[in-house]
């Protein structure tokens, strides 16, 4: 059976995005990495610090409205489709909602074969790699570290407190169908 | 009836980007804006500059490959799922082939309401645009100016080398249903 | 006599960057381009957007605290010092105190030959351009359009509403020593 | 006596720029972060791959050429000046040639009280590192590691092979004037 989509799920800061990138270069196909941020720059600009779409507060919290829950299935429709005509795609996410997230997500890769990720960080690791990248709001990586794994489940786990983006991304590519 | 995608056809520098973002700031719903750029920034780093993927050259001439074309097709489905999904949808692309490019696109959104718009700009406007920017190979300009317009047919054009993007956004956005 | 250095002064989104880097290409000798942005950028990011440092208010103003002023001196005393060591300078300014501003910078660079050039837009116009790049606060561009030039001399005057980033790049080189 | 400068010296990937911000985030004084990648953003797109300015070969090795050289000269000196006029620096810097690159910035800075730290990582997890950014040349991680420190001397060395960009930080911060 061959993999058609990695979905990595991890607070922000967490290194998804590392080990997005890790992954394209050393699978011996070409994968396409989409996330939610691709979602988010795609969005009027003026959605993306507003009611109804995206904000990010200044405490660190993200509050999502429902232009923007409406909009992200679509989009969701739209990975899927890419996957079913051939694409093979790393999707990057931050289930804000833990399971429930994790289970529109699943609605919508319905019939796919789906690699379940779960890309864990101390929190207060995370808030120091927050502090070093300078380019996100300070909190988000402690506030998102645990909730957005709440009852999430996974074919595996990788936790880069201690590891390196690329030994993480070796030990998902061992699973790649 | 209701457009459900705009697609905007220009050569680099052409100011594509800049008319997308006015129309999302304008138009009353929440439009998504996704082109070749998105699917660019989503391949593996080593496709960015591969035979196979895409290549820059140094000349300013875009090639490519077998692999890069595939993906495209895999991505276009992905667009077409997401507008019949209920996404309004900005498709920024440049027509590298012309009418050839513009049948693949046309054959992808089969069935939904598109409008399709020709960015033009002359071509030494372009290119001095392109070297204002800074942050394009230089000459990609001068040599996309006309021939991604070859045999390709349109609802309406816009000019930009005398005309603000917010005022050929405002053209286009009067043609919205 | 050699020109040592070039001051472009202008509202946001007016198009001092694009004459910037066109100057940058034409002109024969290799020159620097340092600005204001260069310093908000080098400064912590918690001053980007704090009492004391930088302020970006929502509405388009822009407010600068003691620490920050104390710093910009000292910036501009090693601007200074790159052109007295032979390096030839593009300032790219934003005088939001008008004449005063100026003078603080006419201070710093004394004994320098400098070309002082006022980069105009119509207000209307780069709140348009603004939208279009979508990374600036909404607001800005129409707020210092004018208030940046009140009281300040200049050796020659562009004005971008109607004319090409490249052909003010033109009108400026014409008058370098 | 207090510290003016602090010099950190590594090679690509090795994580100076996130201890500099880790630096700015803690330090109670407001610190400027400057370097070499400042400078080269502010050189003409042409020097950026040129002859006679800096060029990043696809092999990850870089030539700098002598107009580089020259400006860089010029670049140094204006930042010595900035830290005599007050301002708190983080000069973040590539011994390419180690040694003779060290006593080139020593000159510069003669007279200010400069705190020398080599920021070692190995290079395994560097070219790790720099897969993981994506958007470095691939190859300078690995060729800049151990070279960027051939006979430089330091007040304090610090290893982000296994220590995370705060950690390091906390450890300058503490030998901090």
New interface residues.
């Given amino acids: 059976m061959t993999t058609q989509l990695i979905v990595l799920n991890g607070g922000s800061s967490s290194g998804k995005?590392?080990?997005a990138?890790?992954l394209?270069?050393i699978l011996p196909d070409?994968?396409?990495?989409?996330g939610v941020d691709?979602?988010v720059?795609?969005?009027?600009?003026?959605?993306q610090s507003a009611e109804g779409?995206i904000e990010f507060a200044a405490d660190g919290s993200v509050n999502v409205g429902a232009?923007f829950m409406?909009?992200e299935?679509?989009?969701l429709?739209?990975?899927?489709?890419?996957?079913?005509?051939?694409?093979r795609i790393i999707h990057d996410d931050v289930f804000l909602g833990g399971a429930a997230s994790q289970q529109r997500v699943k609605d919508a890769l319905d019939g796919l074969d789906v690699l379940w990720v779960g890309v864990r960080c101390d929190a207060a690791?995370a808030a120091?790699?927050e502090?070093?990248?300078?380019d996100r709001v300070r909190g988000m990586a402690e506030l998102q570290a645990e909730v957005v794994h709440d009852g999430v489940t996974y074919d595996l786990e990788v936790d880069t407190t201690n590891a390196?983006?690329?030994?993480c991304a070796r030990t998902i590519a061992a699973r790649i169908g």
Wanted: overall charge positive; glycine content about 12%; some cysteine.
């Fill in positions: 995005s590392g080990i990138r890790c394209q270069a070409p994968w396409l990495t989409l691709t979602l720059d795609a969005l009027p600009v003026s959605m779409g232009q409406a909009l299935a679509a989009w429709a739209g990975v899927a489709a890419m996957a079913r005509a051939g694409a690791v120091g790699r502090l070093a990248r300078g390196e983006s690329l030994a």
